[in-house]
């Protein structure tokens, strides 16, 4: 308790600490007992002001001075962010500094905290608790979804299981044909070596009763068979069947069993999302203030509108005619393919395996080369394939149109199995226009990144589809339309465009902010791909040539 305090929470003098207060000097702002009254009012140096504690003024609370123990600070300093007293402002310590009233401060104060108590109870507060809510949510949530790619990998292997179940019972098969084949040809063998034991047997007996008898005319009229029985029955030979067993191409076996996606992780500061993979980040390249092309590859063709890197010096092409050609940076030909059908195919890919995948109008297919052989992996019924980019999952993604030109959509591909169509918006309109030029790529954020040429945008999409952003151009340039064409994204995230009428390249940002042009001379510039070390490779369309562009 208190030592000023009774029980009953009486007030008592300030001087003698002991008698319960009655009167109050206004000018000390001390509190008096009536026997110290009299010894108060001996200090002639001020002139006090005493009276009945009960009709005393509302008096100011004013802090004491930590370096005055006898005066309250009645001013604050604005420069020095401190309550003072008369002392110390008459000190000099605080000559030149704008000095304020306690109390105004003291009332500014308090109304910049009632609008932050406001604040954090009406805005911050229950933000953190929806946030929280969502939280709990999303952990109630992750059994769940995480539960469904277990029974997914799950169900896969049981697939695969069936097939090699399937594969070991037609071995188990063959083996019993043949073991049969094998036994009935020896019991046949068996058969005519005892059918010709059971003759030899009998003519045996034969001779031995005619020796025995002593017949004159059984003897003159035998005649000998041992010249046919000299001879021995031919003796079946078989080779027995061997089993060769083939090394697991453990690769190649996790191929066919399907992508797991990687985990993405998405950061929100404020009211803008972060992106980032759960991975860690590569290491940051500045781009450099005059990109410079390093090498340019003379492909032959009449127009060239595809290009992708299977190597840091070798790219596949796509040009005016069936054939795809793969070039290294001297411009030798290192190898060239046709398609199965014989027109000319629609856009290019490598996939992280590093086989050839093209698209083909002519009979609505995307097709798979592997070793020189292609197979049509994806055969569509009333959409044509367009452009068509290959996923970090190893997903296909592919653009296309209705047959009746009128709609158009992206599609992901797991193998030959749609997994996801995008096509709308939230409010359920096209996200993309009909026009059939149309390139994709994705993003390091899983981002999908469509150069949509008609609508003269870059419109990217999350990993569910759902629209993040469109690009339509620098916008401090209205004098030139954007004419987008290829495009293709980088380690740092960047999205990069061919400017197909303008000559040039536009980097974008991973939230579609403008970095800068690349120039470098282009000529029509329209198909691009990057390489594993963010060297960029730009289709030149009307020179039918290849510029590798250092630009980071």
């Excluded at 003269?456 to 339509?472: E, P």
Aim: aromatic content about 6%.
């Amino acid at each position: 308790m208190h030592p000023r305090r009774s029980a009953q929470e009486v007030l008592l003098c300030d001087l003698c600490e002991t008698v319960p207060l009655q009167s109050r000097c206004e000018v000390c702002n001390i509190n008096l007992c009536k026997a110290c009254v009299g010894e108060h009012l001996s200090d002639s140096s001020k002139q006090h002001h005493v009276m009945p504690y009960l009709q005393r003024k509302s008096t100011p609370n004013y802090p004491k001075c930590p370096k005055h123990a006898n005066e309250l600070c009645k001013h604050h300093c604005e420069e020095c962010d401190i309550p003072v007293c008369i002392t110390c402002v008459s000190s000099g310590k605080h000559k030149g500094h704008k000095l304020s009233e306690f109390l105004d401060k003291l009332n500014s104060k308090t109304q910049s905290l009632q609008k932050d108590l406001e604040e954090l109870e009406t805005r911050i507060y229950p933000r953190y608790e929806k946030m929280a809510s969502d939280v709990q949510t999303e952990k109630a949530e992750i059994e769940t979804n995480y539960g469904k790619l277990t029974t997914a990998a799950e169900q896969e292997g049981e697939i695969l299981h069936r097939e090699i179940t399937a594969i070991v019972n037609q071995r188990k098969s063959a083996i019993q044909e043949m073991k049969n084949k094998h036994l009935s040809t020896l019991n046949k063998n068996t058969e005519e070596i005892t059918q010709k034991m059971a003759e030899l047997k009998q003519i045996i007996s034969d001779l031995k009763s005619i020796l025995k008898s002593n017949d004159v005319s059984l003897t003159s009229t035998y005649k000998s068979r041992n010249s046919e029985f000299r001879t021995l029955p031919p003796k079946v030979r078989a080779t027995l069947p061997s089993f060769t067993s083939q090394k697991i191409n453990k690769d190649q076996l996790n191929e066919m069993f399907g992508c797991l996606s990687p985990l993405s992780i998405n950061t929100e500061h404020g009211d803008t999302m972060k992106s980032a993979e759960a991975v860690s980040s590569p290491p940051v390249k500045p781009l450099l203030d005059e990109p410079r092309v390093t090498a340019t590859i003379d492909t032959g063709y009449d127009f060239l509108p595809s290009v992708s890197c299977l190597s840091e010096d070798q790219v596949w092409t796509r040009g005016n005619n069936k054939t795809m050609k793969l070039f290294n940076l001297q411009s030798k030909l290192l190898t060239s393919i046709q398609t199965k059908s014989g027109y000319r195919p629609s856009d290019i890919a490598v996939t992280r395996d590093g086989y050839l995948v093209y698209t083909d109008t002519s009979n609505n297919t995307v097709n798979l080369i592997k070793n020189k052989k292609i197979q049509t992996v994806i055969r569509l019924q009333g959409w044509r394939p367009l452009s068509v980019c290959c996923t970090a999952g190893n997903d296909l993604l592919v653009t296309m149109e209705s047959d009746g030109w009128k709609q158009s959509k992206v599609v992901r591909y797991s193998g030959s199995t749609e997994t996801q169509s995008i096509q709308f918006d939230d409010q359920g309109r096209p996200l993309y226009s009909s026009d059939s030029i149309k390139y994709l790529s994705e993003n390091k954020n899983l981002d999908i990144c469509v150069a949509d040429c008609d609508a003269s945008a870059v419109v990217v999409v999350n990993q569910s589809g759902k629209l993040r952003f469109r690009y339509t151009g620098h916008p401090s340039n209205t004098k030139q339309s954007f004419d987008p064409r290829g495009i293709t994204t980088d380690s740092q995230s960047h999205i990069l465009t061919a400017d197909f009428n303008n000559h040039r390249i536009h980097i974008l940002d991973q939230d579609g902010q403008f970095l800068r042009y690349i120039h470098c001379d282009l000529d029509t510039p329209w198909g691009l791909c990057v390489d594993i070390r963010d060297n960029l490779f730009v289709a030149e369309h009307d020179t039918a040539k290849v510029k590798k562009i250092q630009y980071l």
